[in-house]
């Protein structure tokens, strides 16, 4: 992934691709189209595969953004892929995880395979090529030090023997990238990850297994596969023998980071959903948008989401600038990002009332489909669980580093500035462990002046700083608590994890503030002018920090449940208007075959 390049002169002028992709999205969702609700609700009660509606994203040419621009693709940052999978699920979730399921296959070759099968699997994906991640099994789900399937040596190369289950597009993908157990003894260095084309396998070799039927995302291809004695030759390996689990784990930070999009959509079409229910429901002759309470949830919820995006932002634009604190960042958003969504999800439950369990009532049943299939993105690539157990093992990196107040407070910088272009990515600086902890956290009190500097130049209100303020406050006590907590041998102790949902809260108010202190200009262009009303008096933010203090047990305070009533306010005056900090209709990235350059 290589920064864009600006806009030259004689450049074609090209939409957005979000821009793009939007449109032909809201074309599909018209009576009669694929993304219509009544199609998706169909689809949906026959448990059947949105063949349609990944046609439409294939005519897009959204796999195209799964391929890194050094390979011949458009993947240029993980914002950028965020953002156009965000679209998807603000649609359908289902279909954006049986299309989205590609990238994440083919994580692990972007991170360990050689150039002649990176180059060779990019084409693949280019020309349609349908890649899936073989990682679980039946009997060990995300325990993969005890992955049974093995890749055993022979003549013609590697004989696999064995069974994935629970795999997304097991039975429907070519391609899978599969964790193999490459020494009996495990361990380490016991496994393997093999690229295994399901088309080039001896006959009888291989047997697909039955598609799982699934409480949420009924139509998804979430079956297994079955192999007995099926060879593929040595160069099936992506990257050395012996590296499977260190280059599942490196890969996991760029899936589990990507897995925000589908939380964000989600909560972007929950967030329609609400708000055109409570300007149409009346209720003693007015509707339920005109009470304070509903509004007042209503804004508390959207900075709620505003802040999920936040942390999805800074952590996406990190892994370029911040590679090495990615195994943090990335477990740290897959935690948050979907359970702060489904609390949402949870609150425009009880705005819809029993229209958000029926599934005729209201808007074709697409609440509670989209309540169930949410579900599914706080478990997959990892549960939350398993995420604050990740953050957990580094809780002594992250006490060190605050101890001592570590930061590269230019990559930060680059990583919080929205308008900046950011570097190549390089997947060699990926690291298992975050050696230097979360500089976001650990530089608070630099961005705690700096938002006292731009209150003094009149860009940001005082409620701000006080809040700023108020969140470095409260990560002193929190630090002193995950040091008293000694390591031990067996599970962490359930105060561990809820150390880590502080933990999380406190990252993701560290992340507003450096997207707020960051990006002066557009608080500049937003005090003077209201017209962009999600920065004017720094609205978001406020409403933001109060949630990541409520997060971390502290009273949001007036001011953040003032900001979160002008929210309110707002969604319901502009019902259809998107709720984002990214702007969609930033200049196209050039598109496959027009010059690019490359650092």
Request: hydrophobic share 45%; charged share 20%; glycine share 8%.
């Amino acid at each position: 992934m290589s920064a864009s390049r600006a806009p030259r002169a004689g450049d074609a002028v090209v939409a957005s691709p979000v821009v793009e992709l939007t449109r032909r999205l809201e074309r599909a969702a018209r009576p009669g189209g694929p993304f219509h609700p009544a199609a998706l609700a169909a689809l949906d009660r026959a448990e059947e595969f949105p063949a349609a509606g990944c046609s439409v994203l294939d005519d897009f040419g959204l796999h195209e953004h799964y391929v890194p621009a050094a390979l011949g693709g458009r993947l240029h940052q993980l914002t950028d892929v965020i953002a156009l999978l965000r679209a998807v699920a603000r649609h359908d979730l289902t279909t954006a995880v049986a299309h989205g399921k590609t990238l994440l296959g083919a994580a692990s070759l972007w991170v360990a395979a050689g150039p002649e099968q990176a180059k060779e699997a990019a084409a693949a994906v280019l020309d349609g090529s349908v890649l899936s991640w073989a990682l679980t099994e039946r009997d060990h789900g995300s325990d993969l030090f005890a992955s049974e399937l093995t890749a055993t040596p022979v003549p013609e190369g590697l004989r696999l023997d064995g069974e994935k289950w629970l795999i997304n597009n097991a039975t429907r993908g070519d391609r899978l990238c599969v964790l193999a157990r490459t020494s009996p003894e495990g361990g380490a260095r016991g496994f393997s990850v093999l690229l295994v084309d399901k088309r080039t396998l001896p006959a009888g070799s291989h047997t697909p297994l039955a598609k799982c039927r699934t409480h949420g995302i009924r139509g998804a291809d979430i079956s297994g596969i079955a192999f007995h004695g099926a060879t593929v030759p040595a160069s099936a390996l992506v990257g050395a023998e012996g590296t499977g689990l260190e280059t599942v784990l490196k890969a996991l930070q760029l899936t589990r980071t990507v897995c925000t999009a589908l939380s964000l959509g989600a909560a972007d079409h929950g967030l329609r959903l609400a708000v055109r229910f409570t300007v149409e429901r009346e209720l003693y002759g007015r509707t339920l948008a005109e009470l304070p309470r509903v509004r007042q949830i209503l804004g508390d919820r959207a900075g709620a989401m505003l802040l999920a995006e936040a942390v999805a932002v800074l952590s996406a634009r990190s892994a370029q600038t911040l590679p090495g604190e990615l195994s943090a960042v990335s477990a740290l958003a897959k935690a948050y990002v979907p359970t702060s969504t489904q609390a949402t999800l949870d609150a425009f439950a009880e705005l819809l009332g029993v229209r958000s369990f029926l599934t005729e009532a209201y808007a074709d049943g697409m609440f509670p489909k989209l309540e169930r299939d949410h579900r599914v993105v706080g478990i997959f690539d990892g549960s939350t669980l398993v995420n604050r157990s990740a953050l957990i093992e580094q809780f002594g990196s992250l006490v060190r580093g605050w101890k001592r107040g570590w930061a590269d407070l230019d990559a930060l910088g680059a990583a919080a500035a929205l308008d900046r272009e950011l570097p190549e990515f390089d997947p060699h600086a990926l690291r298992l462990i975050s050696s230097r902890g979360c500089g976001a956290v650990q530089a608070l009190p630099v961005v705690v002046r700096a938002c006292a500097e731009l209150a003094g130049a009149g860009l940001l209100p005082a409620a701000v700083v006080e809040a700023a303020r108020r969140l470095a406050e409260a990560a002193e006590p929190l630090h002193e608590e995950m040091a008293a907590l000694k390591p031990g041998a067996g599970p962490a102790p359930t105060a561990a994890f809820h150390l880590a949902e502080r933990y999380e809260a406190l990252y993701a108010g560290a992340a507003c503030l450096w997207l707020a202190v960051r990006n002066p200009d557009r608080l500049a262009a937003a005090t003077a002018a209201d017209h962009d009303p999600l920065w004017h008096d720094a609205r978001w933010i406020r409403a933001a920090l109060g949630r990541a203090l409520h997060g971390l047990g502290a009273a949001p305070g007036d001011d953040a449940a003032q900001a979160c009533r002008e929210l309110g306010d707002l969604l319901i005056a502009a019902p259809e208007a998107p709720l984002t900090l990214l702007d969609p209709s930033a200049p196209a990235a050039p598109a496959r075959g027009e010059e690019r350059e490359y650092s």
